[in-house]
């Protein structure tokens, strides 16, 4: 895997020219102009996806999990309504799934055939997610696609790739960190990463989301 | 269809690029593209599984050069002049042709907060009775369908076990062409990764699909 230190709109990894700028433009003035389209409504979408749902709704769902016994059998049993609880649900996670990490069982999770994911909990994908190298081999070489994400699983771990071909929404609960027990839970939040909760690296006492 | 979005298993598509600090969109556009799908969504003249196709008709060797902004709205143009909503002159001048009617009332703020927050769910109450049960064996079919279809090539003619029903949802392979809902169970069927890879694969691996009973067959 390739990393990039930090985001820069000048860094092409997409190579876009102006042309769709201009052309989006274009449509949306069109659709605006006929009527089909509220420019307000636009606006709400985007700030909500941009500012308002992303892996912080996760990362809250997993330290109530990690500090709560009856609330983590709750979440593996009926995740819907364990995730409601908190205030999380709706568009892309109509109907969720919260698969649990354990010492010898690691779950990951793709959507080969698109880019489904769980937007309530994790907010919009990252580009990796949904890229043509991650879709491909996170079914055939789990343990290879880990290992470029910095985690190397030992040989008597089980793998469990969970591919959402469905409209059925995967989280990943991964284990808690070792050294944490006198962390409250909104502590514990800030260690939960979006890569842990999509399962492409586990969680550590010693650091906090960086993506 | 056998297309290059069902990408499972494939070789040679590069390196997995992890941005640190990703922002939600790269590009201003990208925010209009990903607000404007949801708002034509809303009309409800089309759905998701019908907007998923659309993508999957983007050719091949495009979908791949092509970043995930460019394909949705490529796929959305065609599917907005499919649909009616647009037509490729109004497309080229940007204004609306003369007599064609002004729909209203387009999405409001309200309901597109409402549409967030309820999503579109796609699991029915339809009294339909489960095929399979859970533990049970059986054979993904071996189904090429030139259209939509949700069960990807590499679990094709495999062997899995069902690991839990989820219950009774939209089949999008039917509801993908305005063929009807066509509801039914939805399971996750776990797959060996050996079954599915062959003897290089670690031994206790799987791959969890989520299929229809329209794409199981007993084993």
Same mark, same amino acid.
């Given at each position: 895997?390739?990393?990039?230190?930090?985001?820069?709109?000048?860094?092409?990894?997409?190579?876009?020219?102006?042309?769709?700028?201009?052309?989006?433009?274009?449509?949306?003035?069109?659709?605006?102009?006929?009527?089909?389209?509220?420019?307000?409504?636009?606006?709400?979408?985007?700030?909500?996806?941009?500012?308002?749902? *992303?892996?912080?709704?996760?990362?809250?769902?997993?330290?109530?999990?990690?500090?709560?016994?009856?609330?983590?059998?709750?979440?593996?049993?009926?995740?819907?309504?364990?995730?409601?609880?908190?205030?999380? *649900?709706?568009?892309?996670?109509?109907?969720?799934?919260?698969?649990?990490?354990?010492?010898?069982?690691?779950?990951?999770?793709?959507?080969?055939?698109?880019?489904?994911?769980?937007?309530?909990?994790?907010?919009?994908?990252?580009?990796?997610?949904?890229?043509?190298?991650?879709?491909?081999?996170?079914?055939?070489?789990?343990?290879?696609?880990?290992?470029?994400?910095?985690?190397?699983?030992?040989?008597?771990?089980?793998?469990?790739?969970?591919?959402?071909?469905?409209?059925?929404?995967?989280?990943?609960?991964?284990?808690?960190?070792?050294?944490?027990?006198?962390?409250?839970?909104?502590?514990?939040?800030?260690?939960?990463?979006?890569?842990?909760?999509?399962?492409?690296?586990?969680?550590?006492?010693?650091?906090?989301?960086?993506? | 269809?056998?297309?290059?979005?069902?990408?499972?298993?494939?070789?040679?598509?590069?390196?997995?690029?992890?941005?640190?600090?990703?922002?939600?969109?790269?590009?201003?556009?990208?925010?209009?593209?990903?607000?404007?799908?949801? +708002?034509?969504?809303?009309?409800?003249?089309?759905?998701?599984?019908?907007?998923?196709?659309?993508?999957?008709?983007?050719?091949?060797?495009?979908?791949?050069?092509?970043?995930?902004?460019?394909?949705?709205?490529?796929?959305?143009?065609?599917?907005?002049?499919? @649909?009616?909503?647009?037509?490729?002159?109004?497309?080229?001048?940007?204004?609306?042709?003369?007599?064609?009617?002004?729909?209203?009332? +387009?999405?409001?703020?309200?309901?597109?907060?409402?549409?967030?927050?309820?999503?579109?769910?796609?699991?029915?109450?339809?009294?339909?009775?489960?095929?399979?049960?859970?533990?049970?064996?059986?054979? +993904?079919?071996?189904?090429?369908?030139?259209?939509?279809?949700?069960?990807?090539?590499?679990?094709?003619?495999?062997?899995?076990?069902?690991?839990?029903?989820?219950?009774?949802?939209?089949?999008?392979?039917?509801?993908?062409?305005?063929?009807?809902?066509?509801?039914?169970?939805?399971?996750?069927? @776990?797959?060996?990764?050996?079954?599915?890879?062959?003897?290089?694969?670690?031994?206790?691996?799987?791959?969890?699909?989520?299929?229809?009973?329209?794409?199981?067959?007993?084993?």
């Amino acid at each position: 895997m390739t990393t990039t230190p930090d985001h820069d709109h000048e860094d092409g990894h997409q190579a876009v020219p102006s042309d769709p700028a201009l052309r989006v433009k274009a449509l949306e003035s069109l659709l605006v102009a006929k009527g089909l389209v509220d420019r307000a409504a636009l606006d709400v979408l985007i700030d909500t996806y941009e500012h308002k749902i *992303g892996p912080r709704n996760g990362a809250r769902v997993v330290a109530r999990a990690w500090t709560d016994p009856a609330y983590k059998q709750f979440l593996l049993s009926n995740a819907d309504a364990a995730i409601a609880e908190l205030g999380y *649900g709706g568009m892309q996670g109509e109907h969720m799934v919260v698969v649990e990490n354990t010492a010898t069982i690691h779950n990951l999770v793709v959507c080969t055939l698109c880019s489904c994911y769980p937007w309530p909990v994790l907010g919009l994908p990252p580009v990796w997610y949904k890229s043509a190298p991650y879709r491909s081999r996170a079914v055939i070489d789990p343990r290879g696609v880990l290992r470029e994400f910095g985690l190397e699983l030992a040989d008597g771990v089980e793998v469990r790739v969970w591919d959402s071909t469905a409209e059925l929404r995967y989280l990943v609960l991964p284990e808690r960190p070792a050294g944490t027990q006198s962390m409250s839970e909104g502590e514990l939040a800030t260690l939960v990463t979006r890569d842990a909760m999509i399962g492409v690296a586990r969680i550590t006492a010693s650091h906090g989301d960086h993506a | 269809m056998n297309g290059i979005h069902d990408m499972g298993g494939m070789h040679g598509l590069g390196p997995i690029h992890e941005e640190r600090n990703e922002p939600v969109f790269h590009h201003p556009w990208e925010r209009r593209v990903f607000a404007l799908r949801r +708002a034509m969504g809303a009309w409800r003249r089309w759905n998701i599984d019908v907007s998923r196709h659309e993508v999957e008709l983007v050719p091949a060797a495009d979908y791949l050069r092509m970043s995930y902004y460019e394909r949705q709205f490529s796929a959305f143009v065609v599917l907005l002049e499919k @649909r009616g909503f647009i037509t490729p002159a109004e497309l080229e001048s940007g204004t609306p042709v003369a007599g064609v009617p002004v729909a209203v009332p +387009a999405l409001s703020p309200d309901k597109a907060a409402e549409l967030i927050a309820k999503g579109v769910p796609t699991s029915r109450d339809a009294p339909v009775a489960p095929r399979f049960r859970p533990g049970q064996r059986v054979r +993904a079919r071996n189904i090429n369908p030139p259209g939509h279809t949700r069960e990807p090539r590499y679990v094709r003619g495999k062997l899995g076990i069902i690991d839990r029903d989820h219950g009774v949802f939209v089949f999008p392979d039917t509801n993908a062409h305005f063929l009807g809902e066509k509801p039914q169970h939805v399971y996750s069927v @776990r797959f060996a990764a050996r079954e599915l890879w062959g003897a290089d694969a670690a031994p206790q691996d799987g791959v969890y699909v989520d299929l229809w009973d329209d794409h199981l067959e007993p084993a």
